[in-house]
Structure formats: structure tokens, C-alpha cells
């Protein structure tokens, strides 16, 4: 039996809590602008060393098949192996692997370090999920959740621009060194000043005291279930499902969005820059609001049965938003349009669409047993990274026949059957483990 630890007092029960959030804050924007270092030092590499087309694509094909493969089972180890270890190891490696891309000139050692790179990080985002359900509790766990998601709206909106800045001063292989050796740093910080639970620090974790709870209401055990229980439940399909079509919608709108506008429309770059900008801006007030207003709705919902979710209603507003800002982009952005409404455009995509990224994460991890929330997170980080997938080429193949406005049509066709299916599905039983089961 583990030692009992003596329980700290209120003051540094809070210190550690907010250590802990932070130290994952500031750790994952790290993590992410590792990952997207070589996104945003592309121009100066196609310049410095002559990559061609084919060559920028493996690179970046090798680092989004390592990480998809790898934020899977990172999911799954999350819930055998510490967190915080997890988190911590994985930023470590990664800026070692981000300081190495500075010694090569060909493409192939480019893509053997970048799948690296997506190996090692796959890891980090259900650690810091596993972590974050033990401090929050459930009244106030989906809007930090949303917080923590804004660490990559946070990279995408301050990585271009500081990326540049260094280039321009100094190169490209100074800015990913910089990216680098900061991550070995903090990585090391993270690593003592984070704790996987408020159990480490002798205080009962928010996910059981949740779980007790609920157990006293209801009167009955959610029992401990297993991953096969988890992917028979009908509630996990309709996440997935919905997470893969809006994680496509996010992933199209960033990478085609810019091109769409400049390509197609005729507007300038710096218009189609702009319309990023406002994307990640509007992402950032977007995923907090809904984080907020969901968890406002589950304390108000104190009801007996276990039927649909609060979160879920928030979820499906959102989609419905993005859909409009998508409709609008197809039809009522032209080349004369004004870059205020470019923006505005731009702001209401992101708002919408940032939201529900976040809140299906929560309800991958809200509704399974705690022992299960990773590997829950990672099914459904699953879906996402396919959805990213087929927002890449086949995307692209479509709007190759169909141009990009038919392409956002087809896309605009796929959320109204997302709202259709959420809608149909309100009343599915939450828990993706049922309540019914007992403990044998």
C-alpha cells in the first residue's frame, strides 16, 4: 500500500494547483511552436536550401502521420503511466529534435526529425487533460479546459510573427534553436513543478469527489468499465463523428481559407493574412466563452437522469455559428469586399468553430470513468486527426474539380448533417460507460 501523504494546507493546495495549470499553459505553447516551427520558417528553408514542393510535403506529411499515430497512444499510456512524466519527457524530447533540424541541408533527415517530433508529442495534450480533470472540478473543468486550448490559438497568432522577426534578424536556424532550447528549460520546470493530482499533495482529486458525488445522487455505481464499453456506447460515436467533420472544417478553413481568398476571389495577401489573424482571434473568445457557458449549464442542470448533455447544446450553437461565417465566405465575400468584413468573417469562423473543438475534448473526458479519460480522449483525438487528414488532399482533390467555393459547399453540406445527427441524438445517455453497471 502507497504511503499516505499528509495533506498540505489551503495556500499551497492553491499554489500547486495553479503551478500545475500554468506550467501546462506556458509548456504546451512550447510544444506547439515546436511543431509548427517548420510551418513557419517554410519561406525562409524554401530560400536558404532549395526544397522543392514534393520535398516541404513529406516533411510535413512524416511529423502529421507521427502525431496522429502517436496522440492515440499517448492517450491510452496516460492512463498507465504518470502525466506529468508524460508531458514533461515529451517537451524535453521535443526541443532536442527541434535544435537537431538545425544541423541538416537535405530534406530527408527534415522528415526523419520531424516524424520524430510528431512521435514524441503525441503524448502531451491527454496528459495535460488527465491532469487538468483531477484539479478542476466538473462546474469549472470545461472552461479552463477551454483556456488550456487557447495555447494554440496563442502559437499560431505570435509563432509567424516572432518567427519572422528572428529570421529576418538573425536565420531560421537561430529561431528553431531559440524554440528549442527554451522547450529543454521549461521542460525541465514542468517536470517539479507539476503534480498529476491533488492526491500527490495529500488532497482528494476533483475526478473523484465528482465520481462520489454522483454516486450519492443517483444512488447507485457508474461501475469501472472498460475501452469496449466505451466504443459500444452510441454518445462516443456521435463525438467522433462530430469532432472528425469539425476538426476537417477547422483544419480546410486554416490551410485553404488564406489560398481561397488570394486564389479564387482575388483578394491580396495581406487581406488573406489578415483573415487568419481574425480566425485565431475570434478562436480565442470563442472556445473560453463556450467553455464558460457550458459549465454554467451543467451546474444549473442538477437533474436525476444521465440523458444528453448541457455541453452538447453549447457544442451544436457553435457548429450552427461557424456554419454561417462558412456560408458567408462561399457567398457574400467578393473581391470588392471590404478587409472589415473579411475580418468579421474571419472572427465568426473561428468563434464558432473553436468552441466545439473544445467542448467535444471535454465530454471525451467528462463522460468516461476517470481510469478510461485518456484513452476516451484519445478515440476521440482520433477522429479529429482524421478529419485533419481529409481536410489535406482529398480536400484539395475536391476543390480541384469542384473549385474551393464548391468545396466549402460540400463542407457546408457536412455541418448541417452534424446539427441534424446532434439534434437526433439529444436525448443519448451520456456516461459512455452506463450507469447501470455494477461492480462485479
Request: aromatic fraction near 14%; charged fraction near 10%.
Amino acid at each position: 500500500m502507497a504511503a499516505e501523504v499528509t495533506p498540505v494546507s489551503s495556500g499551497a493546495y492553491s499554489l500547486c494547483k495553479w503551478m500545475t495549470f500554468w506550467s501546462m499553459y506556458a509548456g504546451y505553447t512550447l510544444a506547439v511552436f515546436n511543431r509548427k516551427c517548420f510551418s513557419f520558417s517554410m519561406p525562409a528553408i524554401m530560400q536558404n536550401l532549395k526544397f522543392d514542393k514534393d520535398q516541404l510535403g513529406l516533411i510535413s506529411s512524416s511529423q502529421n502521420l507521427a502525431y496522429t499515430l502517436s496522440k492515440f497512444c499517448g492517450g491510452v499510456l496516460s492512463d498507465r503511466v504518470s502525466a506529468k512524466v508524460l508531458f514533461a519527457v515529451g517537451l524535453f524530447f521535443s526541443g532536442i529534435f527541434t535544435v537537431a533540424l538545425t544541423a541538416f541541408q537535405t530534406a530527408t533527415p527534415f522528415a526523419v526529425f520531424m516524424f520524430l517530433q510528431g512521435l514524441v508529442q503525441g503524448g502531451g495534450w491527454p496528459a495535460c487533460a488527465k491532469i487538468l480533470k483531477q484539479w478542476f472540478s466538473p462546474a469549472e473543468f470545461g472552461m479552463w479546459y477551454s483556456i488550456l486550448n487557447t495555447t494554440m490559438n496563442l502559437a499560431c497568432s505570435v509563432g509567424p510573427v516572432l518567427t519572422t522577426f528572428v529570421t529576418a534578424a538573425i536565420s531560421w536556424r537561430a529561431n528553431m534553436t531559440v524554440y528549442g532550447l527554451t522547450s529543454l528549460v521549461v521542460s525541465v520546470f514542468c517536470f517539479f513543478c507539476m503534480w498529476n493530482s491533488p492526491t500527490d499533495v495529500g488532497h482528494p482529486s476533483c475526478a473523484d469527489v465528482g465520481s462520489k458525488n454522483e454516486g450519492k445522487s443517483k444512488g447507485r455505481s457508474r461501475g469501472r468499465g472498460t475501452w469496449q464499453d466505451m466504443l459500444r456506447s452510441p454518445f462516443m460515436w456521435v463525438v467522433c463523428i462530430s469532432y472528425l467533420v469539425l476538426f476537417m472544417g477547422r483544419t480546410a478553413t486554416l490551410d485553404w481559407g488564406q489560398l481561397y481568398l488570394i486564389q479564387e476571389l482575388g483578394q491580396s495577401p495581406y487581406i488573406g493574412s489578415l483573415f487568419i489573424s481574425s480566425l485565431e482571434v475570434g478562436g480565442i473568445i470563442g472556445s473560453i466563452l463556450a467553455g464558460y457557458l457550458a459549465d454554467k449549464l451543467v451546474a444549473l442542470s442538477q437533474r436525476d437522469d444521465v440523458q444528453g448533455s448541457p455541453r452538447m447544446t453549447v457544442a451544436t450553437v457553435y457548429v450552427f455559428i461557424y456554419l454561417a461565417g462558412l456560408h458567408c465566405l462561399s457567398f457574400l465575400v467578393t473581391s470588392a469586399t471590404s478587409h472589415v468584413w473579411v475580418m468579421a468573417v474571419g472572427f465568426t469562423m473561428g468563434f464558432g468553430i473553436y468552441g466545439p473543438v473544445s467542448l467535444y475534448g471535454v465530454m471525451a473526458i467528462e463522460a468516461a470513468p476517470t481510469h478510461l479519460s485518456g484513452t476516451s480522449h484519445a478515440i476521440v483525438s482520433l477522429a479529429s486527426n482524421i478529419g485533419a487528414i481529409l481536410a489535406g488532399l482529398p480536400f484539395s482533390y475536391v476543390a480541384k474539380h469542384f473549385e474551393w467555393k464548391g468545396a466549402f459547399i460540400i463542407l457546408e453540406g457536412l455541418l448541417i448533417g452534424i446539427i441534424v445527427l446532434k439534434v437526433a441524438a439529444r436525448n443519448l445517455e451520456y456516461k459512455m460507460v452506463p450507469t447501470k453497471k455494477k461492480l462485479q
